[in-house]
């Protein structure tokens, strides 16, 4: 599968962004869907993840109440809907796929990623 992230941007505090990842390849098998964030000098981080088949959604707790991870079958897209965004939420978003459906925490365990989309949160 191959993944393609956008809709990164420059917002204010408090502001909402949306931001998109097209999957493309074989959207017919069943994945876990992710995304992370990695801000300047620090590790890379879970967001969120889900079933691309729909369910077992979950959150860090960082963004829990704040970001909805979706999507949309049609068009083979994954959203992630990030509102009441902080100056701690800047980061490069990324999202990724991983054959095992489970959602899990760890990076190194997604083999396939999209290339990243920069978001900028100002106070």
């Known amino acids: 599968v191959q993944l393609q992230a956008s809709g990164g941007g420059l917002v204010q505090a408090g502001g909402s962004l949306r931001l998109s990842c097209a999957l493309s390849?074989?959207?017919?098998?069943?994945?876990?869907i992710s995304w992370f964030r990695q801000a300047p000098g620090k590790e890379r981080e879970f967001v969120a993840g889900?079933?691309?088949?729909?369910?077992?959604?979950n959150y860090s707790d960082s963004v829990k109440g704040r970001f909805t991870i979706s999507r949309d079958n049609a068009k083979n897209t994954v959203y992630l809907q990030m509102d009441s965004l902080k100056p701690e939420d800047t980061a490069i978003y990324y999202c990724?796929?991983?054959?095992?459906?489970?959602?899990?925490?760890?990076?190194?365990?997604?083999?396939?990623w999209g290339q990243g989309t920069q978001v900028t949160v100002s106070s």
């Open positions: 990724a796929a991983r054959r095992p459906v489970a959602v899990v925490p760890r990076p190194n365990e997604y083999p396939y």
């Open positions: 889900f079933w691309w088949s729909g369910g077992n959604t």
């Open positions: 390849g074989r959207t017919d098998w069943a994945w876990t």
